[in-house]
């Protein structure tokens, strides 16, 4: 069974900089997708990024050139680096990690953008 486990989430002033980690138990080799998204009270989830076991990444538009996915897999860690926040950047973040045909999801961390 693997299991995810989030931080890095917090309050921060439009303009700054917040650093995600996404732990995942378990073995998951290579062959896995991970990624970050985001969910507003009301809204759908949205994808934020993705990568690969091999490095391969994919953002959407609104944090492409902002935000920076990045993976470890000696400790089986993906982080998501936020730059140039801002306050439609408002939302948890969740963390999902797809393997063997599996999907699992991390518990979410608030991250809010604020003056």
């Known amino acids: 069974q693997v299991q995810l486990v989030e931080s890095g989430g917090g309050l921060v002033q439009p303009g700054g900089s917040l650093r995600l980690s996404c732990a995942a138990s378990?073995?998951?080799?290579?062959?896995?997708?991970m990624g970050w998204y985001r969910q507003v009270l009301g809204k759908q989830r949205e994808l934020v990024a993705t990568?690969?076991?091999?490095?391969?990444?994919n953002y959407a538009d609104s944090v492409k050139g902002r935000f920076t996915i990045s993976g470890d897999n000696a400790k089986n860690m993906v982080y998501l680096q936020m730059n140039g926040l801002k306050p439609e950047d408002t939302a948890v973040y969740y963390c999902?990690?797809?393997?063997?045909?599996?999907?699992?999801w991390g518990q979410g961390t608030q991250v809010t953008v604020s003056s």
């Open positions: 999902k990690l797809s393997f063997l045909g599996k999907d699992y």
């Open positions: 378990g073995s998951i080799f290579r062959i896995y997708v």
């Open positions: 990568i690969t076991g091999t490095g391969i990444t």
